[in-house]
């Protein structure tokens, strides 16, 4: 028979083995991870045609070619970019001619000219159709230079503006027009440069760059990362979070056991969120759901 007493004694037992066992539950299936800052991006891939400030050197004559200016190399205005000594001249006492061509702008050289330098210019950004001019470009376009008997030079002057034209397709334009100053990088490069919407049509977007890389310089089209959102901070899971009216907090592992702190939500990018308010090396639960609901959690 069992007493009054012996009742409680094993009442008792009872409740602290369940204790145990639901301790040693939430334990077993707690997932911590040391979070450390960062930078989060919400990037939209684009190949970009590029519109710049360029000209043109047309040199007719056929002969034997002396270059004065490498690919890729900056020149100043009026430098001598090449010297052409004309075939035809013949006779041990006649002197053959030499042509001298120059540079008639400052810029980058390229001996790589596809007809549209004289077409596609700051100059004509306003009357420029951007989905058809951006369809065209490399699909049967004007054709490449120097088949006129002679030699093509371009000079891209690097230090005036470029124009970057590409497709909205899924892209929220609405974040990227309450960014003051949009920015981008050229894929694979790893600086970042500020960019400004100034011309949009229903498909197309035009980006001005007043100081564009290296990267774009030479090229007609590149891939570049349109950067909409960008934030630094510590990165923690977006599971990791709760939310209670407008505050967000998260469980952080301390002596005593987990303790919730109050955190500053900067953004969130799916499964990943950019905070304030604790520090790079802090370790966090990662599933504060286990530990029961106080809150709404964040999916």
């Known amino acids: 028979m069992v007493t009054l007493g012996g009742g409680l004694v094993l009442f008792v037992i009872l409740l602290l083995l ?3 066992v639901k301790t040693s539950y939430i334990a077993l299936r707690l997932n911590t991870t040391v979070v450390n800052s960062g930078t989060l991006e919400e990037v939209y891939e684009r190949e970009a045609l590029i519109i710049k ?28 970019l090449m010297e052409i000594t004309v075939e035809g001249a013949s006779g041990h006492h006649m002197e053959r001619p030499v042509y001298s061509y120059y540079a008639p702008i400052s810029g980058v050289i ?26 065209s470009v490399g699909k049967g376009g004007p054709t490449k230079a120097a088949d006129h008997g002679g030699i093509n030079v371009k000079i891209i002057d690097n230090l005036k503006p470029a124009y970057l034209c590409f497709s909205k397709n899924d892209m929220d334009l609405s974040r ?7 920015v981008l990088r050229v894929r694979h490069e790893g600086d970042i440069h500020d960019g400004r919407v100034v011309k949009e049509s229903e498909q197309m977007i035009l980006l001005r760059l007043d100081h564009p890389p290296s990267g774009l310089i030479k090229k007609r089209k590149c891939v ?10 510590v990165i923690v899971p977006t599971s990791s979070l709760l939310k209670t009216g407008e505050d967000y907090g998260l469980y952080r592992i301390s002596g005593s056991g987990p303790r919730r702190v109050q955190v500053e939500v900067k953004g ?8 304030q308010g604790i520090e790079s ?10 530990l029961g609901k106080e809150g709404e959690f964040v999916e």
């Open 268 to 275: 969130i990018f799916d499964e990943l969120a950019v905070v």
């Open 53 to 80: 400030d360029e000209e043109i050197v047309r040199i007719p004559y056929k002969g034997e070619v002396n270059h004065r200016a490498a690919e890729g190399e900056r020149v100043k205005q009026g430098s001598v």
């Open 18 to 20: 369940f204790k145990f």
């Open 281 to 290: 090396g802090t370790e966090i639960i990662s599933n504060p759901r286990i």
């Open 224 to 233: 570049v990362e349109i950067i909409s959102r960008r934030e630094k901070g």
């Open 176 to 182: 990227l027009k309450d960014i003051d100053k949009p």
């Open 110 to 135: 390229s001996y790589e000219v596809d007809g549209y330098e004289a077409t596609l210019t700051p100059q004509s950004i306003g009357s420029l159709n951007l989905q058809s001019v951006y369809e």
